[in-house]
C-alpha cells in the first residue's frame, strides 16, 4: 500500500507563488506516475500535471509555463511549483500515485487565490 500526505497550500494573492510536496510512504518502488489533480467549487475534478519515473512530465495547457511538477532525490516526494497564480487557480490540489492495477489519492490541500 500507498499513503500519501500533502502539504503547501494556503492563501496567496494573484501573481504570489506557492509550492504543494507531497510526500509518500508504504510500497513507493510500486509507484509507476505520480500527478496533481483539482478540483474547483462546482467544477470537476481536473488533471494538473503528471511526472513518471522517467522524468517526462505532462502540464494541462491552463497551468504550461506557470507550473513545474518534480519528484524528489528520494522518489519519494512529489512537488508542484506554481508561480504566477489566478485566480481560477483557486481549487483543493490532490496528489496522487498511479501503481500497476491502482491509483491512491492524498487527502487534499486547499489553495485559495485572491486578493
Known amino acids: 500500500q500507498v499513503q500519501l500526505v500533502e502539504s503547501g497550500g494556503g492563501l496567496v494573492q494573484p501573481g504570489g507563488s506557492l509550492r504543494l510536496s507531497c510526500a509518500a510512504s508504504g510500497s513507493i518502488n510500486a509507484i509507476i506516475k505520480m500527478g496533481w489533480y483539482r478540483q474547483a467549487p462546482g467544477k470537476q475534478r481536473e488533471l494538473v500535471a503528471t511526472?513518471?519515473?522517467?522524468?517526462?512530465?505532462h502540464y494541462i495547457n491552463s497551468v504550461k509555463g506557470r507550473f513545474t511538477i518534480s519528484r524528489g532525490n528520494a522518489k519519494n516526494t512529489v512537488y508542484l511549483q506554481m508561480d504566477s497564480l489566478k485566480p481560477e487557480d483557486t481549487a483543493v490540489y490532490y496528489c496522487?500515485?498511479?501503481?500497476?492495477?491502482?491509483?491512491?489519492w492524498g487527502q487534499g490541500t486547499q489553495v485559495t487565490v485572491s486578493s
Open positions: 496522487t500515485a498511479e501503481l500497476l492495477y491502482s491509483t491512491k
Open positions: 511526472i513518471v519515473n522517467g522524468g517526462d512530465t
